[in-house]
């Protein structure tokens, strides 16, 4: 259970995210032009999300392609670095020719001209990029919402005054829009600038949900857990890698705090694992399932030797931990089919693929309004939107067959006398008409169906067994996980896992040993009385619950008469005497 595989294909996402954005940008800043007779300056409005991490990546990616591709001085201004004028000109003197910087002074030492000039003069900065051929001087605003608007006029105003002498080139992260950017700059500022908007490609947080279960997962992010995740990174606006941060402390948290997670690789576990373990699995609520189910099917012999030999339970562990994950990997795999499926919809409302993955992670999916509107919309769809909905899951590798369907609508759509108009079934609304009669100055509405033609009815048919192929299949694989042998080391969902595991919960553990005694006596005179007050339970447990069964007000006389007509004698003896022995 390495988390560096996931952290690569994490990784590797946000990469592929801001690959194209780099390219463009990288092309931008190289083919921009310093020998214009204009004063503007070539400036790149990077439009980049809230998420200051990626603007972070997207600005080094940046800069190693344009030192591959030219001679680029790259200077990273932030607004905390920038608080004045003469300090940001400062700071891109020092960064851009920081070799020849005396720290110890307030000049620098120009060695091409014998002088000595004030650390913010760009005539420092003019002379360096003469004398080391630079092609580019390449400066990156990436928290450029975040400077006082008049430093930044002010900076745009210098820098262009310089532009025959220094090739600039600006580079501008903005977190909202290019217009709000804009409201900041004055109108003569805006006319220094030769601008071209870049936008990145966003990566939600479904992307990353998505990606971290659908590649050989060993562990699943349960449903509370993810909703807590997701919830969070809606109203914080968190940066990507709060996010990732967040998975990689659920795995690592389930990896170290549950021991049952060593049987999830399974080339290790049965050499690793320790009679410890065994014990520990035979008392999890999913095994108690799983032996009820070789009792009802009779295999006591099968039931016995699980509960004596640890080999051969191990043998069994390894199975169902594998079966487990199928199961796990085909209800991920239905919910990218029904997400498909709502796309391919003519819905108003669609429901996120991260919702769908919760409700289908606890067993709501099936049942769920959303899922019925998109069985029902699929009845509706025309010939030319069905045959769409069939490539796209012809592409998903769904394991049902697709091809006949798609040969018999080809066929059907060929033979129409109309090609170009789309064959629509018996459900769809086009063939409803509504009738108003009047009878008694009373209007009524009935409606009628039209009649099918030859076509619209041979293509209801294949809708209708289309639609039949879907709801087994959904049927089939959008089981209940928590039904799953070993889905307690499956499936991670603890919110708060250092708390639920180290924080003690002594009151919660007397009251259900009160409430609840035959849990923990393991006695058969117990059992049979899990929802009433029986005489053979012990006298505390007793009065616990009258105590609950009564109100704000307790008469002690009244409560002992209730205790003594549950534990008292069967009247043989005298009443007296048995009420000083149960005292």
Same mark, same amino acid.
């Given at each position: 259970?390495?988390?560096?595989?996931? *952290?690569? /294909? /994490?990784?590797?996402?946000?990469?592929?995210?801001?690959?194209?954005?780099?390219?463009?940008?990288?092309?931008?800043?190289?083919?921009?032009?310093?020998?214009?007779?204009?004063r503007?300056?070539?400036?790149?409005?990077?439009?980049?999300?809230?998420?200051?991490?990626?603007?972070?990546?997207?600005?080094?990616?940046?800069?190693?392609? =344009?030192?591959?591709?030219?001679?680029?001085?790259?200077?990273? !201004?932030?607004?905390?670095?920038?608080?004045?004028?003469?300090?940001?000109?400062?700071?891109i003197?020092?960064?851009?020719?920081?070799?020849?910087?005396?720290?110890?002074?307030?000049? &620098?030492?120009?060695?091409?001209?014998?002088?000595?000039?004030l650390?913010? +003069?760009?005539?420092?900065?003019?002379?360096?990029?003469?004398? %080391?051929?630079?092609?580019?001087v390449?400066?990156?605003?990436?928290?450029?919402?975040?400077?006082?608007?008049?430093?930044?006029?002010?900076?745009?105003?210098?820098?262009? $005054?310089?532009?025959?002498?220094?090739p600039f080139?600006? !580079?501008?992260?903005?977190?909202?829009s290019?217009?709000?950017f804009?409201?900041?700059l004055?109108?003569?500022?805006?006319?220094?600038?030769?601008?071209?908007?870049?936008?990145?490609?966003?990566?939600?947080?479904?992307?990353?949900?998505?990606?971290?279960?659908?590649?050989?997962?060993?562990?699943?992010?349960?449903?509370?857990?993810?909703?807590?995740?997701?919830?969070?990174?809606?109203?914080?606006?968190?940066?990507?890698s709060?996010? &990732?941060? $967040?998975?990689?402390?659920?795995?690592?948290? %389930?990896?170290?705090?549950?021991?049952?997670?060593?049987?999830?690789?399974?080339?290790?576990? &049965?050499?690793?694992?320790?009679?410890?373990?065994?014990?520990?699995? #035979?008392? !999890?609520?999913?095994?108690?399932?799983?032996?009820?189910?070789?009792?009802?099917?009779?295999?006591?012999?099968?039931? #016995?030797?699980?509960? +004596? @030999?640890? *080999? $051969?339970?191990?043998?069994?562990?390894?199975?169902?931990?594998?079966?487990?994950?199928?199961?796990?990997?085909?209800?991920?795999?239905?919910?990218?089919?029904?997400?498909?499926?709502?796309?391919?919809?003519? !819905?108003?409302t669609?429901?996120?693929?991260?919702?769908?993955?919760?409700? =289908?992670?606890?067993?709501? /999916?099936?049942?769920?309004?959303?899922?019925?509107?998109?069985?029902?919309?699929?009845?509706?769809?025309?010939?030319?939107?069905?045959k769409?909905?069939?490539?796209?899951?012809a592409?998903?590798?769904?394991?049902?067959?697709?091809?006949?369907?798609?040969?018999?609508? +080809?066929?059907?759509?060929?033979?129409?006398?109309?090609?170009?108009?789309?064959?629509r079934?018996?459900? @769809?609304?086009?063939?409803?008409?509504?009738?108003?009669?009047?009878?008694?100055?009373?209007?009524?509405?009935?409606?009628?169906?039209?009649?099918?033609?030859?076509?619209?009815?041979?293509?209801?048919?294949?809708?209708d067994?289309?639609?039949?192929?879907?709801? $087994?299949?959904?049927e089939?694989?959008?089981?209940?996980?928590? @039904?799953?042998?070993?889905?307690?080391?499956? &499936?991670? +969902?603890?919110?708060?896992? %250092?708390? *639920?595991?180290?924080?003690?919960?002594?009151?919660?553990?007397?009251? #259900?040993?009160?409430?609840?005694?035959?849990?923990?006596?393991?006695?058969?005179?117990?059992?049979?009385?899990? @929802?009433?007050?029986?005489?053979?339970?012990? =006298?505390?447990?007793?009065?616990?619950?009258?105590?609950?069964?009564?109100?704000?007000?307790?008469?002690?006389?009244?409560?002992?008469?209730?205790?003594?007509?549950?534990?008292?004698?069967?009247?043989?003896?005298?009443?007296?005497?048995?009420?000083?022995?149960?005292?």
């Amino acid at each position: 259970m390495s988390w560096r595989p996931k *952290e690569a /294909l /994490l990784k590797r996402i946000y990469d592929d995210a801001s690959v194209k954005t780099v390219k463009e940008v990288v092309s931008f800043v190289n083919s921009a032009d310093s020998a214009k007779s204009d004063r503007k300056l070539h400036a790149g409005l990077i439009v980049t999300g809230p998420d200051s991490s990626v603007v972070l990546s997207l600005f080094e990616s940046i800069a190693e392609s =344009a030192n591959l591709e030219s001679r680029t001085i790259l200077v990273t !201004l932030s607004s905390g670095q920038s608080p004045n004028l003469k300090t940001a000109l400062n700071y891109i003197n020092h960064c851009a020719t920081s070799r020849n910087l005396d720290s110890q002074s307030g000049v &620098i030492f120009d060695e091409a001209k014998g002088g000595r000039r004030l650390n913010y +003069d760009l005539q420092i900065l003019s002379d360096y990029v003469q004398s %080391h051929s630079i092609d580019k001087v390449l400066l990156s605003f990436q928290d450029s919402e975040a400077f006082e608007g008049k430093v930044l006029t002010e900076l745009i105003h210098v820098l262009s $005054s310089w532009k025959g002498r220094i090739p600039f080139v600006l !580079l501008f992260g903005i977190a909202t829009s290019v217009e709000l950017f804009q409201e900041k700059l004055s109108t003569d500022t805006i006319r220094c600038l030769d601008g071209s908007a870049f936008d990145v490609q966003q990566v939600g947080a479904r992307d990353v949900i998505k990606a971290f279960q659908s590649e050989q997962p060993n562990l699943w992010v349960g449903p509370g857990l993810s909703r807590t995740i997701l919830q969070r990174q809606k109203d914080y606006i968190q940066s990507h890698s709060t996010l &990732i941060n $967040s998975l990689k402390y659920a795995y690592m948290t %389930h990896f170290f705090a549950n021991p049952l997670s060593i049987f999830l690789s399974t080339t290790q576990s &049965i050499a690793s694992s320790q009679k410890e373990h065994y014990e520990a699995v #035979r008392n !999890l609520p999913s095994f108690r399932r799983y032996a009820q189910t070789l009792i009802e099917r009779k295999e006591y012999e099968s039931l #016995r030797t699980l509960l +004596d @030999d640890n *080999e $051969s339970l191990g043998d069994v562990v390894v199975q169902e931990i594998k079966n487990g994950k199928q199961a796990l990997q085909a209800i991920l795999r239905a919910t990218d089919v029904l997400f498909r499926l709502q796309s391919s919809s003519t !819905l108003k409302t669609q429901t996120p693929w991260t919702e769908m993955y919760i409700r =289908a992670m606890r067993a709501e /999916l099936a049942g769920s309004v959303a899922f019925k509107e998109i069985m029902a919309s699929i009845k509706k769809l025309p010939s030319d939107n069905m045959k769409d909905m069939l490539n796209h899951l012809a592409g998903m590798s769904v394991p049902f067959g697709l091809i006949d369907f798609m040969k018999e609508l +080809d066929q059907l759509t060929h033979g129409s006398e109309e090609p170009k108009v789309p064959l629509r079934s018996a459900y @769809d609304v086009h063939h409803e008409t509504l009738r108003t009669t009047v009878v008694a100055q009373k209007v009524s509405l009935s409606k009628n169906t039209s009649t099918l033609s030859t076509q619209d009815s041979a293509y209801t048919k294949i809708v209708d067994r289309i639609y039949s192929i879907l709801c $087994s299949y959904f049927e089939t694989t959008l089981i209940n996980p928590q @039904d799953l042998f070993l889905n307690e080391g499956l &499936i991670f +969902d603890s919110k708060s896992p %250092h708390r *639920e595991v180290f924080t003690p919960k002594p009151r919660f553990a007397v009251e #259900r040993a009160l409430s609840s005694p035959h849990d923990y006596l393991g006695c058969d005179c117990c059992g049979g009385s899990e @929802d009433g007050l029986s005489a053979t339970q012990p =006298a505390t447990a007793i009065l616990y619950q009258l105590y609950l069964e009564s109100g704000a007000m307790i008469n002690t006389a009244d409560l002992w008469s209730a205790f003594w007509t549950i534990v008292g004698g069967d009247g043989i003896e005298d009443e007296e005497a048995g009420q000083q022995r149960a005292l």
